[in-house]
């Protein structure tokens, strides 16, 4: 299934919260803290605002930070996505 938000609106798949630190060590988990970080699924095509056309950063693939508290959650056929606005997008993670 493929979706196509509207306007300036981004899916977005939510990276897992890494349960080890470098050295290797397995850490507890501590309450449900979700993560800030993820990958773009789908994007929309932009939005015209004051006539002016607002064209979208991101592109499916890119790997983002986004607000935390940011976004709908919603599933689709067993995996969790977040649906969110350009805007709450902090930044796109380059290199990793």
């Known amino acids: 299934m493929e979706i196509k938000p509207l306007y300036d609106r981004v899916v977005v798949l939510p990276q897992k919260n890494e349960n080890k630190c470098p050295s290797g060590i397995i850490l507890p988990q501590v309450g449900d803290d979700k993560s800030?970080?993820?990958?773009?699924?789908?994007v929309g095509d932009g939005q015209t605002f004051?006539?002016?056309n607002v064209e979208m950063?991101?592109?499916?693939?890119?790997?983002i930070i986004y607000s935390k508290f940011a976004g709908a959650p919603y599933k689709i056929n067993d995996i969790d996505y977040v649906i969110l606005r350009q805007a709450?997008?902090?930044a796109i993670i380059k290199g990793e």
């Open 57 to 63: 950063q991101v592109k499916k693939g890119d790997k």
């Open 88 to 90: 709450d997008i902090l």
């Open 50 to 52: 004051d006539g002016d």
């Open 36 to 42: 800030s970080i993820g990958e773009v699924a789908f």
